[in-house]
Nanobody, 115 residues
């Protein structure tokens, strides 16, 4: 059974930082592209993705502020979020692009940025 368990969300003031973690089980972690997505009311977007080789790409809205990384030994993917803005408020999910395409999601972690 695949499990992707996100943690690290919370309430933070604008300009602050949070580090999200996602612990994975039941998947071949090392051979999967991993990504962070976020869901705000009426909108879901891909925030960042990282390949098996460590190449990364980011949504324009978070470039220069967010950093995705992975630790294959721990089956964990991270999202370091700096200089947070109120518009970053959303539920954040980690996933593989394949599972996302089939609409399989975990419970996510809520990030709220106050102005």
């Amino acid at each position: 059974q695949v499990q992707l368990v996100e943690s690290g969300g919370g309430l933070v003031q604008a300009g602050g930082s949070l580090r999200l973690s996602c612990a994975a089980s039941g998947i071949a972690f090392r051979t999967n592209v991993l990504a962070w997505y976020r869901q705000a009311p009426g909108k879901r977007e891909l925030v960042a993705r990282i390949t098996t080789g460590g190449a990364t790409n980011y949504a324009d809205s978070v470039k220069g502020r967010f950093t995705i990384s992975r630790d294959d030994a721990k089956n964990t993917v991270y999202l370091q979020m700096n200089s947070l803005k109120p518009e970053d408020t959303a539920v954040y999910y980690c996933n593989t692009p394949t599972r996302a395409s089939y609409n399989f999601w975990g419970q996510g972690t809520q990030v709220t940025v106050s102005s």
